[in-house]
């Protein structure tokens, strides 16, 4: 069958580099961000992908929408399990975009030989994640593999919420000068999994931060915080993401180490294990970026919100490229003092998350 004019056989992905699909191009990196920018987008369109949801106008009313899926492994970790945190996840992709979280579909992929009470406990944790989370599942579909072809259960949920604040919360929003703040510690969820998976033991029991994390950005707009850009820190972490915000915003990011919460378990774990707790996966943490003139106020809401446990910390700046300095870039003061500069995490430090 003759191809389409405008079908084009040439892969644009450098196939001498990458002839198969890497774990790595699934983990929030450098590999993902390519797949994403020069496989996606151009046979897609180019939607903004830059934000957790897209954000549209239907009849005056602005509404987000966002979908993922979930194949974490294993299926149930210390503080969540892959029922919950698809609802939380999907949740708080919209709240990153400014939304009032509303109605989820849920799509199960269950593999054959899967025990029901494990599919019960799943199902039964959503629907506490979806009460607790304010949201509605009102729509779905099952589908069944063959044993060994699911690796027990994939799940995908696509949310949309609704938009009640006038502003514009996006990459291209964040200003020279702005605030980075972040909502709590970093690591947890990468660490809790890794830790059941690989059956690690630490002295106390690592859980993951897998929570909503809506209510605290609809109480921190309610107060009059001029938010000019969210984003949650999940595949990639903290690094990543402020990589894709200085990419899609031409701004420079500096950040401070010593300024940026690790409790201190997660840090002796992740040294034993060779992991940089920037780059760790989290479910309930997100960056926010603001104008210097609301960091008190944020911090206040912040903490006075029931999940956000330990509050919220002033972790860098924005600032405009220097002389010949190239824009794009995070750096990172460390403890010592010294500069540095915080690149994509160029492979996969912890597959199966998320």
Known sequence: ??????????CPI?????????????GGGKLMHQLIEQMFLPVFGRPDVSHDASVFAVKGDRLAFTTDSYVVNPLIFPGGDIGSMAIYG????????????????AGFILEEGLSMETLWYIVRSMQAAARKAGVQIIT??????????????FINTSGVGVIESPSQIAPQQVRSQDTIIINGDLGRHGIAIMAVREGLEFETTIESDSAPIARQVLQLLEAGVNIHCLRDLTRGGLASTLNEISLSSGL?????????????DVRGACEILGFDPLYVANEGRFVAFIPQSDVDLALSVLRETLEAETGGWVIGEVGEPGGSEPSGLVSL????????????????QLPRIC
């Open 14 to 26: 450098p196939i001498q580099q990458y002839p198969q699909v890497l774990l790595a191009h699934g």
């Open 140 to 153: 779905g579909d099952t589908k069944v593999v063959d044993r060994g072809k699911g690796d027990g259960i």
């Open 1 to 10: 069958m003759a191809a389409s004019p405008d079908f084009s056989l040439s």
């Open 252 to 264: 420079n990011l500096h950040i401070d180490e010593s300024l940026i919460p690790v409790r201190e």
């Open 333 to 348: 003061k460390s403890q010592i003092g010294a500069n540095r500069i915080l690149d994509w995490l160029s492979g996969e």
């Open 90 to 105: 999907t949740v708080n992709d919209l709240a990153m975009a400014g939304a009032r979280p509303l109605y989820l579909s």
